[in-house]
């Protein structure tokens, strides 16, 4: 994908990691010594006294937003500004993840020189509806995960593929996952890991209460639908494992493609089976 120029960025930061007022007070400086303006979330920009320095509110005037934390804060980022155009760059806190790619001087260094590129990911829509009534919508990079809330107790679920029958799961519940979220929460449920440029969704059941049951590839123009067949306990959606909702009786969830996907910036040298070599 076409890089554009780099001249102002967007921050935003997860508050919660010991080392951040460090990391921003490293990276903030950097980005502006280069000429770049700088932008930060209200969170972000309450951390610490940037007087002018800084503007507050992520908008469109950003040709990227700077996600400091890790995978969680890049999911978190990629939803809340889902609408925006800029592509988001994951600056590394911890060992721990595959979206975020670099540190601090990496991450100034490809700004500076260009010496990145921008890949985009596949995203996933979701919609809890009541007959034809739309109840609630989410979108999520990784993945939409229908379960048991609760005392852990097993559920039935009728999984249907573009209005055919697939089948019903006996288990703790069914992942939905995209190729950016095959090395997430599917990954540990035994789902396939994918190329993150691929289109497809995968559906890889939780838990399943038999040893015949394997996950599945579909294709990503497929629309998903589970519903909830028996289950002595409450139901759940959860999205990208930071939101979500209860599941009624006589509700379902309907899964399929979003219109919108994400722009990651990743280095020039990126490489997918180098990073599942160093991380599996």
Not at 20 to 30: N, R, T, Y
Not at 83 to 107: M, T, Y
Not at 224 to 229: E, L, Q, S, T
Request: with cysteine; aromatic share 6%.
């Amino acid at each position: 994908m076409r890089k554009r120029p780099i001249r102002r960025i967007g921050v935003v930061a997860n508050l919660q990691k010991e080392e951040m007022q460090s990391l921003l007070g490293e990276f903030v400086p950097a980005l502006l010594e280069e000429g770049i303006e700088v932008f930060m979330d209200e969170e972000t920009a309450a951390f610490k006294d940037w007087g002018s320095r800084v503007k507050v509110g992520i908008s469109d005037e950003c040709d990227l937003i700077a996600a400091l934390g890790g995978d969680g804060t890049i999911l978190k980022v990629a939803r809340q500004f889902s609408q925006l155009d800029a592509p988001i760059l994951g600056v590394k806190v911890g060992r721990l993840g595959f979206l975020a790619e670099g540190r601090v001087s990496e991450n100034i260094e490809w700004i500076k020189k260009g010496r990145f590129k921008i890949q985009e990911r596949m995203r996933i829509s979701a919609r809890i509806m009541d007959r034809a009534k739309t109840i609630q919508s989410f979108s999520a990079l990784n993945d939409v995960v229908v379960h048991g809330a609760g005392f852990s107790r097993m559920v039935t679920l009728r999984t249907e593929v573009d209005n055919s029958f697939f089948r019903e799961y006996a288990a703790d519940g069914v992942i939905l996952a995209t190729p950016t979220g095959s090395t997430a929460y599917s990954l540990s449920a035994g789902g396939p890991l994918l190329v993150p440029t691929l289109q497809a969704i995968i559906l890889a059941p939780l838990c399943p209460h038999s040893l015949s049951i394997r996950p599945i590839v579909l294709d990503a123009g497929q629309t998903i639908i589970v519903r909830v067949v028996r289950g002595r306990t409450d139901i759940m959606v959860t999205v990208d494992g930071q939101e979500g909702s209860g599941l009624g009786i006589g509700q379902y969830v309907e899964v399929k493609k979003s219109d919108r996907s994400t722009k990651l910036v990743i280095p020039e040298d990126y490489d997918f089976f180098a990073l599942l070599r160093e991380k599996l």
